[in-house]
């Protein structure tokens, strides 16, 4: 029998709130997060709003050497993961280190460090380059400095599949504890808005160049026009059943039931792009049929075409109209990586208050996508299988499927 | 110019790694950079920095974790006296 995989302890560093509990207080009001950046703004940029952590200050959660060493990414991650531990209750010295793995989904890696270190290549020279950079900027740098400042020393990596990777490493960690791990640290964080880093985004031309904070990342909506990019994310202790149970079994905030993942065919192959697939995949794996699950928290890119296909994706899997949808991504942006992790994280949340919250910024849904969007308000339902989906740009498609602990069944 | 002591190279230990608990007095100059939390990165940061405020070039082969604070000022008035030599 494959072992159980529960989320014990979650911490949240997002645009609605550092910490768990104030980023859903925020959320649950349908409150956008989503502000300008007056930087963009004198800079010209076509994009100008983001959704940006307020109010995170490294040097009161991190000592002053790892300020140093680490982008804001990193800090993130390790501000995440100190919650999450606390959240579990859990003292990692007491583990076995080599039973204790981080594994942890990025996008961009350290990209504020980056360009502060580009800048003194060019204004100083080699000499002006801080030995640090080697360190901070590769996507494997949030997970070796929780490795490090944890005790971590069991199985750790990193995935880096744009939105997807913070459902992939939730998955990998699945893997871990069924190769006999006991804990994993998992999650996603991301720290994209940096003006070099902001630049790379334009050039995809998918970002929103809307001015509106309230009306510029409209998910599903017959006029989304773009997304709008944000910083933060979610870490978690993903532990296993008999650990857990083993150290008094206190609290769970859920279980992964089931993940997949597939990758699209090239854009003129005429073939279909691979959500519904991993949809498909998902469930099976989870053992859970389509009428079983009570909400999804969907991709949501706010871009019409792509918007149009993950519709047609749930339609076909769940039914017209037949399963609640919901995108509370649209108050913080995408965090990419950090996206789909704290897509989790508010997913468990609504399980333990049977709230699910509601998208904000779409007010018309195109009848044509067959979607129940959760919009204006929140919506109380009673929730015991969530479906987290998340699409990486060039083609990667995850869903995680999440169990409440108090399910019926 | 007097000679560098451990006491003037504190300030620069604690830019090199953003903040660094340093003993007082005596003890100061016994402490081995490894005590205080120097990896190898954290070295080179801090031979850049005694470049940037003394125009003194120290190798990295010269200094590793096991280096007495008294001995990297050692090193330190060793090569500005050489280059005040020549």
Redesign the interface.
Known sequence: MRARALVTGMGVVAPTGIGTERHWAATVTGQTAISENPDYVAAGYRSTLGGAVAGFEPQSCL???????TDRWTQFGLAATTEALEDATLDLSRFPAYEVGVITGSSSGGNEFGQREIQRLWNSGL?GV???Q??AWFYAATTGQISINFGAKGPSSVLVSEQAAGLDALGQARRALRAGNRVVVSGGVEAPLSPFAHACQQAAGLLSSARDPHACYRPFDAAAAGYVPGEGGAMFVVEREDSWLGRGGAQAHGEILGYAATFDPPTRSGKQPGLARAIELALADAGTQPRQVDVVFADAMGVAELDAAEASAIAKIFGPRGVAVTAPKSMTGRLYAGGSALDVATALLSMRSGIIPPTAGTAEVPAAYQLDLVMGAARQARIDVALVLARGYGGFNSVLVLGNRERKG | MADITAEDLAPVLTVAVGGVDLPDGGELGQTRLEDIGFDSLAILELLDAIKQKWAVVLSADAVDGSTRIAELAGLTNAELRQANAG
């Open positions: 000592p002053p050497r790892l300020v140093t060493q000499g801080s030995a640090y080697s360190i």
